[in-house]
């Protein structure tokens, strides 16, 4: 009988072995897929700050970069580990998988031969690697909206029209599973520098995914229940056909080849095709909205885009204990993506309206509570203070502030262009006053140029410029002004003329 009992318990442990065995051969086959996966990613960003950044993808991914013809956009090669590092670039807005790029494409004379091929380039492309990066993506996005909305369904107590009444203990058991690995994806993204444990995260999250997708697999891959459209973008004028020609003929062979279904807005799948004079991209949207949407919850009549807040800081390259004053702050989004960024440096938003003020506070506030809700912990908070003071008489000690970084008002929607002519110059004085002779640095945004140049001209014993980039802002053309503080120390006009002439301007 023993003899038996140990026959029996080698076979079982045979069997125990092997079965671990298999599953570790599964595993390391879907993560070592995973890992050799290279594919080209391409990121939309602010216009005229490709330059900074192609610099950031390099320095934060170790990826060489490429800025495209095409103004604002910029294209790096990732492997799949790197995938949720990229969502954390801070300079960049959409995010898309390249699935193949036409450096000179051949177009047809007539507008029926190029909608032609255009129909027939469809099933043509490399869609196998791209899609299966979309799957990935898919993964972490996907779950972050599902759990955002059934948050919002259970504050409202009822149930979304469609698929509430479809939930059975399939969906129940894949929503908790959902919620555990996003609870793992919000520290991932949080620690994005641990580049050991992405492969392992993806990776497990690519066997959770295959788990799950076995039972249901008709629902989440079958090519009927996805949903898509195709989004043209298309610069030149050489062209016979317009976008939405364009959009519609590949779109249509696209469903053709994919069998899915075309939805303009509750889609899936965002199919990309950019088009600039005779180059083509095609690809697969990554992102749902702009990754600037980060960091601003209260919104005022002029809120500067987090990305072109990021580009401006990186311009003057802060350093440790750097004191950075953004003194026409609005929303505060300058300085909170300052701190949020440099937090060894102490930033100071201020602005002479109290609802901006107030709005930059509320905003700092909601930044400190989702911090507070993804560590799951009291947040030491941000080296940041708010201020309501007047541009032309800050409260700052003279040769103080070591960097200046503001969103100056244009005159459209804030001022006007002609109170700009008295503005403009009292701001640069007073700003030339607090900042350090020598070392002190500003960059100002401004779309009234001509106005900026004529009071830079009068400062030009206390401020350089050392370089401009051009921007878009909203269809409007600005510049970026970075500025570099003289040696010469700042003398008041009042010391000058025997009398103070206080600023009141208000814009």
Not at 333 to 338: K, L, N, P, R
Request: aromatic share 8%; net charge neutral.
């Amino acid at each position: 009988m023993s003899d038996v009992q140990e026959a029996t318990n080698q076979l079982l442990d045979v069997n125990l072995h092997e079965n671990q065995r298999s599953i570790q051969v599964t595993e390391s086959g879907l993560r070592s897929e995973s890992e050799h996966l290279q594919v080209t990613i391409g990121a939309t960003v602010p216009t005229g700050f490709e330059q900074t950044a192609a610099d950031e993808v390099r320095e934060k991914l170790g990826s060489p970069c490429k800025i495209s013809k095409d103004r604002g956009k910029i294209y790096f090669d990732i492997s799949v580990e790197s995938l949720a590092q990229v969502h954390c670039l801070r300079s960049v807005d959409n995010l898309f998988v390249v699935v193949q790029e036409f450096k000179d494409y051949q177009f047809k004379e007539t507008k029926e031969e190029v909608l032609k091929d255009f129909e027939d380039l469809a099933g043509k492309l490399p869609w196998s690697d791209p899609l299966k990066i979309w799957k990935i993506n898919t993964c972490f996005k996907k779950k972050k909206t599902k759990h955002k909305k059934i948050n919002q369904n259970s504050s409202k107590e009822k149930i979304e029209s469609g698929r509430g009444d479809k939930t059975d203990e399939r969906d129940v058991k894949k929503e908790f599973t959902n919620n555990v690995l996003d609870s793992q994806i919000l520290d991932y993204y949080e620690n994005a520098a641990i580049k050991d444990e992405i492969s392992t995260l993806v990776g497990d999250d690519l066997t959770s995914c295959k788990d799950e997708t076995e039972e249901s697999s008709k629902e989440e891959t079958d090519p009927e229940m996805l949903k898509f459209r195709v989004t043209c973008n298309r610069a030149g004028e050489k062209h016979c056909f317009s976008s939405n020609e364009a959009a519609r003929d590949f779109g249509g062979a696209v469903q053709d080849y994919f069998k899915w279904k075309a939805d303009m807005t509750n889609f899936d799948v965002e199919v990309l095709l950019n088009i600039h004079d005779n180059e083509i991209v095609v690809g697969i949207a990554l992102t749902e909205e702009s990754l600037h949407r980060r960091n601003i919850t209260h919104f005022g009549p002029t809120t500067l885009r987090s990305t072109l807040a990021y580009g401006m800081l990186r311009l003057c390259a802060p350093q440790p204990t750097d004191i950075i004053v953004d003194p026409m702050c609005g929303t505060g989004a300058i300085s909170i993506e300052g701190a949020t960024e440099w937090s060894n440096c102490y930033h100071i938003a201020g602005d002479n309206n109290p609802l901006a003020v107030n709005r930059a506070a509320n905003n700092i506030s909601s930044l400190l509570t989702k911090s507070q809700v993804k560590e799951g912990k009291l947040s030491w908070g941000l080296p940041i203070d708010t201020i309501q003071w007047d541009i032309c008489n800050l409260p700052l000690r003279t040769g103080s502030v070591d960097i200046i970084v503001t969103d100056m008002p244009f005159g459209k929607r804030m001022g006007s262009k002609k109170r700009n002519w008295n503005l403009y110059p009292a701001c640069l004085r007073e700003m030339s006053r607090v900042c350090r002779p020598g070392t002190g640095q500003a960059v100002l945004l401004t779309q009234d140029k001509k106005c900026f140049i004529k009071a830079l001209s009068g400062m030009g014993h206390l401020w350089r410029k050392v370089h401009t980039v051009w921007v878009n802002i909203g269809g409007l053309h600005a510049a970026v002004y970075l500025l570099k503080r003289t040696p010469q120390t700042f003398v008041h006009p009042s010391e000058q003329d025997g009398k103070r002439s206080p600023c009141t301007q208000r814009w």
